[in-house]
């Protein structure tokens, strides 16, 4: 306890100054000399007041009552033998700053300092005791509860934007979580069943198992730069790119596309979405669907941009296997971020609906 710190760092040296205001409470003295027994009961005065008033700058409301209580007794009992004693009644103006609530606060302070001067009166004290008493209790209690609670507020703000902070590192985290997934889960895919076509053409059609091995260097090539781009929170690449990419993927299955994509203009942050959205449908349909084609159809429709990827696989009768993924997850994620709606169902194959706001953009 000794060793400190006996206040906390926030608040500064400033304490320490403070206590130099005792030099009122041995002003006294001065100019007459004590009694040995008013010596010891001073010195005994200063070495129970001091930890108290340090230890005021640690407690909190309740808590902090007892103190309050100890020095506003400690300037009762010295108030008929030394005018100083005010000093007690202004430390425990100022140690009001300890009770959150400034209401009751500020009605500690009152009571204090009408105690004092009930004191005054009864006791017949000079206006030397009653003057410094009000005059500098009043404003220092006030100014030490209106600092203190600036202190809070400011304190509760960092908490705040340490809390947003937070929150944002963990919406980033799955923000990369998502785009992790669907990245390599579409392209690993992809690059699974191009392997497996290099394999087949090995034999009878060296050059098509060429090509097909060229294609899996470009596309592993193209999976570490958007990777990359994921990561730096960029999307460079837009639906149409997308949906060339997913040709291409359903194609090396043997799965025929259909597109149907209205002309207009989308703002980034939907593109983005219906992209991603579209990546984890074909993921989904090399995956498990087992479907020989698929549709895609993009349109405007009462302010709202609608998007329909439907597939005609056999493999999938649930949404179970579905579920049990990070992809659909992700992807509803998504869309509620927007605003939007999803809807999932299982029909002759799986088909996705996604409606987001076009007016909910910047």
């Known amino acids: 306890m000794l060793a400190g710190p006996w206040v906390p760092p926030a608040v500064g040296k400033a304490p320490y100054l403070w206590l130099l205001s005792l030099n009122f409470f041995v002003w006294k003295y001065f100019y007459i000399r004590p009694t040995a027994l008013e010596l010891a009961l001073l010195a005994l005065t200063v070495i129970v007041f001091v930890p108290m008033y340090f230890s005021s700058y640690w407690l909190r409301n309740r808590r902090l009552v007892p ?58 004290l000079p206006l030397s005791f009653l003057m410094p008493t009000l005059a500098v209790g009043v404003p220092v209690g006030i100014a030490s509860v209106m600092d203190a609670t600036l202190k809070r507020k400011h304190w509760q703000l960092l908490r705040k934007q340490e809390e947003v902070e937070h929150l944002a590192r963990i919406a980033e985290r799955e923000r990369i979580s998502r785009d992790m997934h669907d990245l390599l889960g579409h392209t690993l895919s992809l690059i699974t069943l191009k392997a497996e076509l290099a394999g087949r053409l090995l034999d009878r059609d060296p050059e098509g198992s060429r090509r097909e091995i060229r294609d899996i260097e470009t596309n592993a090539r193209q999976a570490l730069a958007e990777v990359r781009s994921a990561v730096s929170g960029y999307r460079q690449t ?98 509620a971020s927007l605003g939007g709606q999803l809807r999932v169902e299982v029909v002759r194959g799986l088909s996705l609906e996604l409606r987001l706001p076009m007016g909910g953009f910047a």
Not at 74 to 93: D, E, S
Not at 246 to 260: F, G, H, I, K, S
Not at 273 to 282: F, P, T
């Open 67 to 124: 103190v309050l209580l100890a020095t506003f007794a400690l300037g009762v009992a010295w108030a008929p033998f030394n005018f100083g004693a005010c000093t007690f009644f202004i430390f425990g103006a100022a140690m009001c700053a300890g009770i959150e609530n400034r209401r009751y606060a500020y009605a500690t302070i009152a009571a204090i300092l009408s105690g004092a001067a009930l004191i005054a009166l009864v006791v017949d």
């Open 238 to 335: 837009g639906f149409a790119h997308e949906l060339a990419q997913a040709r291409a993927a359903l194609a090396a299955a043997n799965v025929t596309l259909d597109a149907n994509i209205e002309p207009l203009t989308m703002p980034a942050t939907a593109e983005s979405v219906l992209s991603l959205s579209l990546r984890e449908a074909v993921t989904n349909i090399l995956r498990h669907a087992d479907a020989k084609r698929c549709e895609v159809n993009v349109t405007l429709k009462d302010g709202l941009l609608v998007c329909h990827i439907r597939d005609d696989g056999s493999k999938l009768d649930s949404l179970q296997a579905l579920e049990q993924g990070n992809g659909l997850r992700g992807m509803q994620e998504r869309v």
